[in-house]
């Protein structure tokens, strides 16, 4: 059976009093529609211990749950390519402002020819730092590289043959660690200007294809939330409705197959942090009862027990009480 998922990452917020999360802002009649109809769920999708984030949630979701922190070098490494020799170890660093503002992707290919050998601008403010060490945060040509915490490479594997529609970025380097094959259609940005027409014709191209599970993963929402402007937050998600979940469900439908949505994790977009708190999710399609909450919405699951993000895939046969 065809199994879609669609990751909004960052989608999830934690609510505030008197004020509509992203999911409940959003016009998204086709997500409204698969929660009327399927089974509205909680995930817990950061495991107690470990740090909200994509390297965290979308491994979860692919069906390999991490059991230590993850070094996000070791992830931008395998997105983008960057090789690391023996006995060295990728850092994920990035090059901001005082101000928390990101550079540019030309400041960032200054600061590698002064960082010098093992230096990577991969994209935008991103930098990939291979060393033996942890690298010091520094000033550096008036800005701060600020070096993530590390890691272990991610371990495990997807546990069905898995193919993931992503930008060039976290999921596509978490994908190829775990196993699963990885698809970057043109326009793929990561961000809220992302051509999602074209990642769903990448999917619904899948779907055709060997991959029991494809997995679209869209970088906009948390990007956005990250700049802390919760309104183009809903903007992005509400895009997501139309121009990815609107053409999934159509083509999932006629297939008999089974449609998901869940977030990778919460971005709060006033504080830009990632947010632990476990996300609401839908399960659509062939076989899938209807249950749980009438709408997708951190509120409207908030009573409903949280389930692992390995049990989405049973979810809505019965086999969870939601
Ligand atoms: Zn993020």
Redesign the pocket.
Known sequence: MVDVLVIP??GAQPPRNGVPTAFEAAPTPVLDELAADGTVVRVATTPHGLPA??ETGISSLLGAPPRARVGRGWVDAAAYGVEVPDGMTPWRADLLYRSGKRASIRQARDACVHLGRGAHAVSGHRLVLVAAERPASIRLLGLHVLVWPGGAAPEGEVPVETLVVCARGAAAGLARLLGARVVVPAGATGDVDADLRAKAQAAIAALSGRAERVVVHVGGP?EAG?RREPEAVIAALARLDRELLAPLRDAVSALGGRLTVCPDHG?DPITGR?DPAPVPAVVWGAGVERAGPSRLSERSVRSVPAIAPEELLRAGSGAVAA
């Open positions: 990452d960052g984030g994509s948390d990250h971005t990632h």
